[in-house]
């Protein structure tokens, strides 16, 4: 099991940027961030691969870029040009298997952060 803890949650206006990070206790194949808005349903974000390989979610193509720190077990996602249907509460999660096959399925991923808030408003 993979402990992770998100941090870097906050209000921001439109426009703005926000680097979320991720703690984790270990790395697997695959690390991911996924964010859930009230009354919707948990989606994907970004994801990242062992080997450096990177997935994103259309609605974060060219504004949000996802990194891994090896030496301190810690996964990064800057988030650039923040938009209001951007707030929701971001979560790190980790999948046993490649990106490739754990893709946005949830159930793929077995180990989740408990989740940081992240607020854009005009």
């Known amino acids: 099991q993979v402990q992770l803890v998100e941090s870097g949650g906050d209000s921001v206006q439109t426009g703005g940027s926000l680097r979320l990070s991720c703690a984790a206790s270990?790395?697997?194949?695959?690390m991911g961030w996924f964010r859930q808005a009230p009354g919707k349903e948990r989606e994907g974000v970004a994801r990242l691969d062992i080997m450096g390989g990177t997935w994103f979610a259309d609605s974060a193509k060219g504004r949000f870029t996802i990194a891994q720190d090896k030496g301190k077990n810690t996964l990064h996602l800057q988030m650039t040009t923040l938009k209001s249907e951007d707030t929701a509460t971001y979560y790190c999660?980790?999948?046993?298997?490649?990106?490739?096959?754990?893709?946005?399925?949830?159930?793929?991923?077995?180990?989740w952060g408990q989740g940081t808030q992240v607020t854009v408003s005009s």
């Open positions: 999660a980790a999948a046993k298997a490649g990106c490739g096959r754990a893709g946005w399925t949830l159930r793929n991923y077995i180990d």
């Open positions: 270990s790395y697997t194949y695959c």
